[in-house]
């Protein structure tokens, strides 16, 4: 069987940026590296004494696991080395972190690792990644930079650190989903050209904030319960809306009484996660407008989240304009 490897599809897809002078191609590259370090260690984390918490806790307030932490450097270190990304804003930092290539054209937002609460209980985590162009004057780049709606996006991805590591990726030119071959250490392309079904027969929700939701979402899921649909929620993003992407469904992390701007971050999760749905074919949106046109004034800025299937993202829309 002839395998193309993530190196050789990278190179391969520069066409699609005439101007481009490699740049964006060896950050890609560099981000598959780091993946493959971190799947090693999330793949042998109970023997390494990775498992727990640091005993510290981040901006978002959410206790810090040593594996956050471990992942959250290892992007970071490869993204310094790599030279091609000018400043990096994470989940793990409360600013941004400024890496010292001046020239580099590139931004990049990381959740360095989704899922955390995951990894003790062998479940699949993964990391999501947006990249933005870096418009500053100035040498270093500023906070203010990365408040660039998500249609600004050049590329965005994830990884899945699962049965098998997947990392799937768009420029904007179609999503493409790439296997981890472990006998060779390469990202092998398994998934061309994903495209989401228009419609499907999941929904991922935590229930467990039923009663602080809108009577519009309580509504749309009697509608699921009514229509027979499966419930699936793991509590790893990544892998809710991995597995919606494949077999079709909606993800949903509405606002609720607590967190009345939902959880998730727009930035760095929200984001990149839309612009993969959307370039398969699914939509994303916060209820109201799509997930890519949201001004963003903060890092660390929260929305609601309504992702996967374009029919039902847009059935549960008519439900939450309805209260
Ligand atoms: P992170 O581990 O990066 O903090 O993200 C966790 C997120 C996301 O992966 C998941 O969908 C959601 O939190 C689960 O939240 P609940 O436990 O509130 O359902
Ligand atoms: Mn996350
Ligand atoms: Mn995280």
Redesign the pocket.
């Known amino acids: 069987m002839k395998v193309k490897t993530l190196g050789q599809f990278i190179i391969e897809r520069q066409a699609d940026f005439p101007f481009a002078k490699g740049e964006l191609s060896r950050l890609l590259r560099d981000i598959g590296i780091a993946a493959k370090i971190v799947n090693r260690e999330v793949s042998k984390a109970g023997l390494v004494e990775i498992l727990g918490d640091t005993g510290t806790v981040n901006i978002?307030g959410?206790s810090v696991k040593k594996l956050d932490v471990f992942a959250n450097d290892q992007f970071i270190a490869a993204f310094k080395a790599g030279g091609e990304v000018r400043a990096i804003a994470s989940?793990e930092n409360e600013h941004i972190i400024t890496v010292g290539n001046t020239n580099s054209k590139y931004l990049v937002a990381i959740?360095p690792?989704?899922?955390?609460?995951n990894i003790d209980v062998n479940v699949s985590v993964g990391t999501i990644f947006s990249i933005y162009r870096c418009n500053t004057e100035q040498a270093e780049a500023q906070e203010s930079d990365f408040f660039q709606i998500g249609r600004h996006q050049i590329a965005a991805g994830y990884v899945i650190y699962g049965s098998s590591c997947m990392l799937v990726y768009t420029t904007g030119h179609g999503v493409n989903g790439f296997t981890l071959d472990p006998s060779i250490g390469e990202f092998c392309l398994s998934h061309p050209d994903l495209k989401t079904p228009e419609q499907g027969m999941v929904y991922s929700i935590?229930e467990g904030?039923r009663l602080q939701f809108s009577s519009g979402i309580q509504n749309y899921i009697n509608q699921c319960h009514a229509r027979g649909f499966a419930s699936r929620?793991i509590?790893?993003?990544?892998a809710?809306i991995h597995r919606n992407l494949l077999k079709g469904g909606i993800f949903m992390?509405p606002a609720t009484q607590k967190a009345t701007q939902g959880?998730?971050r727009l930035l760095y999760?929200c984001n990149p996660l839309a612009m993969i749905v959307e370039q398969a074919g699914g939509s994303a949106t916060n209820g109201l407008v799509s997930i890519l046109d949201i001004p963003i004034q903060s890092l660390h800025q929260r929305t609601p989240l309504f992702i996967g299937s374009k029919h039902m993202v847009q059935e549960a829309q008519q439900y939450l304009k309805q209260g």
Not at 235 to 238: A, E, N, P
């Open positions: 978002q959410e989940e959740d690792l989704d899922g955390s609460s935590n904030n929620y509590g790893s993003g990544v809710d992390y959880k998730l999760e």
